[in-house]
């Protein structure tokens, strides 16, 4: 049997060698934090963008909330029942909103065809 040919690997932890390991993935984590890559970037803005991302944030929330109001307005107009009450009182919301400036526009229509043919019978 030769001599010195191999070591054999024992069950016991070297120290020094996970240490060294144990730092070299802290490294690696700190890097690969640092790069940016695809998709969303890592660092938060600051300054003037932030108060544009938010004013955009505030206005984007603010079309979905409308839009969600007058498809849910569409929805119970049709007479579909809903089990989410929340969507249920702001269709019927939003809906008696668009009756009442239905009528306002048609009451003003009405009265500026009243007064044109009371203008058309004055000429006559």
């Known amino acids: 049997m030769a001599q010195g040919g191999f070591k054999l690997s024992s069950n016991k932890p070297n120290a020094k060698k996970a240490r060294a390991a144990q730092q070299r ?10 790069q940016l890559g695809k998709g969303p ?5 600051k300054g003037r963008k ?8 505030r206005t984007t ?3 979905n909330h409308k839009n969600e109001n007058a498809v849910a307005a569409r929805a ?11 969507i249920k ?3 019927k919301k939003e809906l008696s909103k ?3 400036v239905l009528t306002k526009r048609e009451s003003k229509s009405a009265k500026m065809s009243q ?7 004055k000429l006559k």
Not at 41 to 45: G, H, L, N, P
Not at 50 to 57: F, T
């Open 89 to 91: 009182n702001a269709g």
């Open 98 to 100: 668009q009756k009442s």
């Open 50 to 57: 932030i108060a544009l991302a938010k004013q955009d944030q």
């Open 115 to 121: 007064r044109l043919q009371v203008q058309l019978n």
């Open 25 to 34: 993935s802290k490294s690696q984590k700190e890097k690969n934090l640092k």
């Open 76 to 86: 119970v107009g049709v007479g579909h029942t809903f089990f989410c009450g929340d």
């Open 41 to 45: 970037k890592s660092f938060a803005a």
């Open 61 to 63: 929330k603010a079309i």
